[in-house]
């Protein structure tokens, strides 16, 4: 079964960090695209990044770039996303989602709040 | 940036219904264009990739339409499973962008 299964989610003061993880499992992890979106409390959703297969080339929202930082370890079929400088427009639902959005993970909950 | 806009916001509908949600581009792309289904709480759920293309599994009162600046969603006869929030995403270009969602609710 194609599962994605996220972590590390929590609370946070303004200004600090946090690391998401995000494990797959059930698919053949390092050929696929991978992408972050996020949700913030009753809003739409947002795409945060992404990431190719090989972990080459990386790409960003505007809002995060130099805070945010994807990244992944195809031998141990993870996803991850280092989140600094948080601010508390970031408090959001964070999902992973592979490709083109078939299959995401049940996400993981940001708040970043004094 | 590809700016996506979704109307309407918000659709009032009956069991059995036909509706159709629309998409609009801020430019025009290829097919790139995915529709997901989200309930509260959930993940969202995809429908339709490459604007027309039914994602396995999902119904075919689902379809997909559309390509340049206009892309819509239909579905054909409204199920009480239906009623959940649609969302449109661009993937043709970075940064993908999605619509602000459309809420369908019941009459």
Redesign the interface.
């Known amino acids: 079964e194609v599962q994605l299964v996220e972590s590390g989610g929590g609370l946070v003061k303004p200004g600090g960090s946090l690391r998401l993880s995000c494990a797959a499992s059930g698919f053949t992890f390092s050929t696929y695209t991978m992408n972050w979106v996020r949700q913030a409390p009753g809003k739409g959703l947002e795409w945060v990044s992404s990431i190719i297969g090989s972990g080459t080339y990386t790409y960003y929202v505007d809002s995060v770039k130099g805070r945010f930082t994807i990244s992944r370890d195809n031998a141990k079929n993870s996803l991850f996303l280092q989140m600094n400088s948080l601010r508390a427009e970031d408090t959001a639902v964070y999902y992973c989602a592979r490709e083109v959005g078939d299959t995401w993970g049940q996400g993981t909950v940001v708040t970043v709040s004094s | 940036d590809i700016q996506m806009t979704q109307s309407p916001s918000t659709l009032s509908a009956s069991v059995g219904d036909r509706v159709t949600i629309t998409c609009r581009a801020s430019q025009s792309f290829s097919r790139w264009l995915?529709w997901?289904q989200?309930k509260p709480g959930k993940?969202?759920?995809?429908l339709i990739?490459k604007a027309s293309s039914l994602?396995r599994g999902v119904p075919s009162r689902f379809s997909g339409s559309g390509s340049g600046t206009e892309f819509t969603l239909t579905i054909s006869s409204l199920q009480p499973d239906d009623f959940a929030t649609y969302?449109c995403?661009q993937?043709d270009s970075?940064?993908?962008?999605?619509?602000?969602?459309t809420k369908l609710e019941i009459k």
Request: charge should be neutral; hydrophobic fraction near 20%; charged fraction near 10%.
């Open positions: 995915a997901y989200q993940a969202p759920k995809l990739y994602e969302y995403q993937y970075y940064p993908y962008t999605f619509g602000q969602g």
